[in-house]
């Protein structure tokens, strides 16, 4: 047991001096590879104490209100109670998991390891809690980065401040100016959006931002109804002339047949 707690050290040491990189950009290590158990260990670690420790931030008192005369405690219940061994109450059925540090946040080991972020791991025992989790969730992959109404406030405060900037006796051309306003709004709404790592790097390397089960053809319509209107068009005044052509032949025909019968006649 001692021999395998000093390998996990070393091979923490190995990996850390070696590559020196936030944890979280190193390989899951591979359960092929030798010594394996150890190098996860290891992994765990490192990904725990970068990650996972909690840091009071200004969202721990988000609801918070000091007039209201709330005591200020974090809402993430930090820090946590030590718990020295995991425990079930048979008579409320309440579960106390061990907990050795009271500021890392609970994980999963394997979660973690393969995930490579920090994370906060909730067992949903109940209905209200599972139909919490939902709404959560919908909403949280459902919103929009930056919502419409801030970005027109975005937007307004970008033409305030680009209209101060420019005095009235200057004689920049037009679209110069408007590339300009155009910019200004560009970089105004870019440095309020929030983008995901994955969303990042998804652009960086030129890769698809959706998945589709079919493979879609792109029809310009505008252009496919001009160019059946001119078919149409053109197929309606052959037509025209066809009938006129009958027609004109018909007229002769008829008066052909006129001229003999008159001839028969006189
Ligand atoms: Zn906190």
Not at 31 to 42: D, E, L, Q, T, V
Not at 98 to 104: A, E, H, T
Not at 244 to 257: A, K, T, V
């Amino acid at each position: 047991m001692k021999e395998k707690a000093l390998m996990s050290v070393l091979v923490m040491n190995v990996l850390h001096n070696q590559l020196n990189v936030v944890p979280a950009c190193l390989p899951t290590p591979n359960p092929s590879s030798p010594n394996f158990s150890s190098r996860f260990r290891a992994d765990v670690v490192q990904l725990v104490e970068a990650s996972n420790v909690h840091k009071h931030s200004d969202t721990c008192y988000k609801y918070w209100n000091a007039n209201r005369g709330d005591k200020k405690s974090c809402r993430m219940r930090m820090p946590r109670k030590l718990v020295p061994v995991s425990t079930i109450d048979p008579d409320t059925g309440r579960i106390s998991m061990k907990r050795s540090d009271p500021w890392i946040n609970n994980f999963n080991e394997y979660l973690i390891t393969a995930c490579r972020s920090n994370m906060d791991i909730k067992f949903i025992w109940s209905g209200s809690d599972a139909k919490a989790l939902v709404y959560y969730i919908t909403d949280y992959v459902t919103k929009m980065s930056l919502s419409f109404h801030d970005t027109l406030a975005l937007v307004q405060k970008s033409i305030s401040s680009f209209n101060n900037s420019y005095d009235q006796t200057n004689n920049e051309s037009v679209i110069e100016k408007s590339r300009k306003l155009v910019l200004r709004c560009y970089n105004t709404l870019a440095s309020q959006q929030e983008l995901s790592g994955v969303q990042v790097a998804s652009y960086l390397m030129n890769w698809d931002d959706h998945y589709t089960t079919h493979k879609f053809q792109g029809l310009y319509l505008i252009q496919t109804e001009r160019y059946l209107q001119t078919q149409l068009n053109e197929i309606r005044s052959k037509q025209k002339m066809d009938l006129s052509l009958h027609g004109q032949y018909f007229i002769f025909l008829f008066s052909r047949l006129i001229i003999a019968t008159l001839k028969k006649l006189l």
